[in-house]
């Protein structure tokens, strides 16, 4: 599914960037445009940047064992 229409730009491929390191809509912009034209995707954006952070949280923790 399409999160930007703007800069086609599928959910799988926003949580992909976010996961590779990306932690705002700032370099997601920068690296493919989405959230960059009218703005109507970046509550979607925001919410898939906080969905991916329990994911950090449980990283950290496997790897502090």
Excluded: Q, S, Y
Aim: a positive charge; proline letters at 5%.
């Amino acid at each position: 599914m399409f999160t930007c229409l703007c800069h086609p730009t599928r959910e799988k491929d926003l949580r992909l960037l976010i996961r590779a390191g990306a932690r705002d809509l700032a370099t997601i912009g920068r690296a493919c445009g989405a959230g960059t034209g009218c703005g109507t995707c970046r509550p979607e954006i925001r919410r898939m940047l906080r969905d991916e952070e329990p994911h950090e949280e449980a990283e950290a923790a496997v790897a502090a064992k």
